[in-house]
């Protein structure tokens, strides 16, 4: 399975576009976004361009209220951190790396996405990755997303401006 992560999108719609525009061409099955969507209107046009399963955090600069986020069945809002379980892997989700301890105090992980930073990093702690996907918004650090593929528990960081887009 194919899991695209991506974080830190600061309402960069054409950004989005562009991303999905790729992902949607390129058999991925489910969607992680890490915090900083940023307001309702990039909400709804995420719920527009996406409608497989999406789970996703809240991150500091999110200012949409809960009653703005869609109520689809395929949506899954964790809060501002958490765990999850897709195709057998354990995943650990926050936004800042502030909260990283709290997600591992729920059980171990796999593998741990955080974003905030805006700055694509991955590291090996005992037999956890941290991993952060970068910023789609492409600020301070060009515009990136990650693939997770859960077979072979690894991932590909890829840079918005080197994909071919059809």
């Not at 497989?52 to 109520?71: E, M, T």
């Not at 702690?125 to 789609?136: Q, R, S």
């Amino acid at each position: 399975m194919t899991i695209l992560i991506f974080s830190d999108v600061h309402d960069n719609l054409p950004n989005l576009k562009t991303c999905f525009n790729w992902v949607n061409n390129n058999q991925v099955d489910v969607a992680i976004f890490l915090g900083d969507l940023t307001n309702a209107d990039t909400l709804l046009e995420l719920a527009n361009i996406w409608t497989k399963d999406l789970y996703f955090i809240q991150g500091n600069c999110d200012n949409y209220a809960p009653i703005d986020i869609p109520s689809y069945p395929q949506w899954h809002n964790i809060g501002r951190y958490g765990q999850i379980i897709i195709d057998k892997r354990h995943i650990g989700l926050c936004h800042e790396p502030s909260f990283q301890e709290a997600v591992l105090k729920e059980g171990a992980v796999e593998v741990l996405f955080y974003g905030h930073t805006h700055k694509p990093w991955q590291e090996q702690i005992n037999h956890m990755w941290l991993v952060n996907p970068g910023t789609l918004g492409g600020i301070y650090y060009p515009a990136s997303f990650a693939l997770y593929d859960t077979v072979n528990n690894t991932w590909e960081l890829k840079i918005l401006s080197q994909l071919a887009i059809l």
